[in-house]
């Protein structure tokens, strides 16, 4: 693997962009590496700024569900992009995706369109709080629902990955109202219900949390979420930023059979581009402005470009084979599981869909305390030899590895030839 033109990209990086990275994991601090700048991508494979060729195990931290570059995608945004990138008007097509959401989810009757994950959370979160006119949520230790003041109370994902203490820059009034609880954990989320009865607006859940590496739902967990809610009137907020669409084509809440009240996406549904939307039942949707008293707004929101994509991304999803690759995956990652325990080190690897995160430890994985358990020493190890005979994961061992209907058999040989090879 060549890393001069990527090390001297991000030497200079440094003098003009905080970090070096426009988005903290990215500079692979945890693993001791410097990241990899990219120059190409197409389909399950990208191409670094040396010039070398990796396969992609983590499609832009989830977007990339039908590869790199497809051509129906590029297709769509090269005509988009010949009409105007921006109109700072409705168009045609934010009204087609808000229709193919709206069809995919049977939980989403309405559905508007924002620019980014952390965008569709903050404005899900006012709305549950103008909705019900309480100002309480809960969320889960080690759970990401993007970068917004209230919801870096014990965050996962690069909040995990750095160890950030708390959360700087946030105002304690601004978190007072973000209560906690373990992911997994039903009898304490019915102890915060009970001590704040009145006073929750909503509960914001990952359904299958992937910002603190994957972990699955317990049986029973997510319905009883859906039953507390119900019970104490507060919203079930999905944060389906990203599962949505790739757990199968009506999401996580679509695979479970949960009805959340409240939906956000993000990643998937603009094919790659910036986008996200937050969607839910008609009656708590109309509360937004200029239908309702609720205010959120967005100069870009509904941006022809991501539009196009996102139409172009859900036409090619909705007649893929999710059994097919879910199948390949499992496969894979059984295959790769086998080969790192007969090198004797304790690894379990949980996946579902095309998802997965590989954990050094022979611990219960439950919730972000027994994440925190795992050996990252070992991660590190395996991260830094993968990624030099060029498979290109996910620089941390809080965050999930996604996978492509783009990867081929091949795809997954070539890794597992690579663990074989690796020493501990």
Known sequence: MHTKRSHDLFVHAQELIPGGVNSPVRACRNVHADPLFIADAKGSHLTTADGDDVIDFLGSWGPMLVGHAHPAVTEAICKAAARGTSYGAPCEDEVRLAEEVCSALPSVEMVRMVNSGTEA???????????????????????????GDAFLAS?????????????????????????????????????LFEAWPDQI??????????????????????RGLRELCSKYGALLVFDEVI???????????????????????????????????????????????????????GTLSGNPLAMAAGLATLNILKHADYDALEARVHAFVEELQEILREKGVPVQ??????????????????????????????????????????????????EANML???HSDEDFARALDAARNVKF
């Open 404 to 406: 492509s209907f783009a």
């Open 121 to 147: 959370t903050m404005s899900a979160l006012r709305l549950a709080r103008g909705v019900t006119g309480r100002d309480k949520m809960i969320k889960f230790i080690g759970g990401y629902h993007g970068h």
């Open 349 to 398: 690897i949980p996946h579902i869909a095309s998802l997965f995160t590989v954990y050094f430890t022979e611990a219960p994985l439950m919730d972000f305390a027994s994440v925190q358990t795992t050996d990252q020493k070992l991660f590190e190890t395996f991260y830094k030899q993968m990624r030099e005979q060029g498979i290109f994961m996910a620089p941390s061992a809080f």
């Open 201 to 222: 607006a909503a509960l914001f859940v990952e359904p299958v949390a992937g910002n603190m590496g994957l972990i699955l739902p317990q049986p029973g967990f997510l």
């Open 155 to 191: 965050a996962g994902s690069g909040v995990a990955t750095f160890s950030i203490p708390g959360t700087p820059g946030v105002p304690a009034a601004t978190v007072a109202d973000t209560l906690l609880a373990p992911y997994n954990d039903l009898g304490a989320v019915k102890e």
């Open 243 to 297: 599962t949505g669409f790739r757990l199968s084509y009506g999401g996580a809440q679509g695979r479970f059979d949960i009805m959340p009240d409240l939906t956000t996406f993000g990643k998937i549904i603009g094919g790659g581009l910036p986008v996200g939307a937050y969607g839910g039942r008609a009656d708590l949707m109309r509360h937004i402005a200029p239908e309702g008293e609720v205010y959120q707004a």
